[in-house]
């Protein structure tokens, strides 16, 4: 693969990285990123085009944990959910087992 090629490849690749939002689909993408990124150590790279690749980097991984947060804060809001639905099944069953009491 020629270096123009190369370049424009990791850039595709960045590109989609940063507008997903879906773990796996991302991970696929870094993974082949990484595999493209071995290649350029065998190729001449401008000081210019290091740069843009370590803000590409710096993009990537700031993406990435932003994502972690949106994911840990989801998860938060999950495990709220998940004690107010059992909260209201426990009321609700009580509330059932209270009614047939009185009927008895």
Known sequence: MSK??????????D???LSLFIPVEISDLV???EKLLESVLEIE???QECYA???S?????????EMEMDLER???ELKQYSSLYKSYYLSRYNLKDNLLSERV
């Open 4 to 13: 123009k090629e190369l370049l424009e490849r990791l850039s595709e690749i």
């Open 53 to 55: 690749l370590e803000e």
């Open 31 to 33: 993974m082949e990123r």
């Open 74 to 76: 989801r998860l938060g």
């Open 15 to 17: 590109k989609k990285i």
């Open 57 to 65: 980097n710096r993009k990537i991984m700031q993406h990435l944990k």
């Open 45 to 47: 790279l401008s000081l």
